[in-house]
């Protein structure tokens, strides 16, 4: 009777009965509870396995790379914020035109220095 506990290859121990299924059962045979699919079992034995581009840091970088790609309207943004003192019509309490504040501009230079930072490390990387 012990060999009929001992677990082969393709089975597994129902979550919550414990009974022993097969690996693949989408519900227990015995308490009829749903059991969490495999997930990818064996894919990646260890980080190291996992194949660089789905590694955290280059997946990261590739969306900040990904966010950039879209530069011609982050710098149109840019160019509107640094241009757009008075963009809008609106006044302040003495009659001016109400102007934004400056860290707005600031932060646009700031892009902006990083968007061409990034384009030309992107370009010298492909030539
Ligand atoms: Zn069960």
Redesign the pocket.
Known sequence: MEQARTKAADEKF??????I?KIRAEL??????RQMPPSAPGKYASYENVPWYRRSGPVSAMAVVGAFLFAPLLWAVCVIVLTGDVYYKAFDEKGQLKTWWVGNKVAAVILMILQLVLWIAIFSAQG
């Open positions: 129902c979550e919550s009965c414990g009974e299924i227990c045979p015995k308490c009829g509870v």
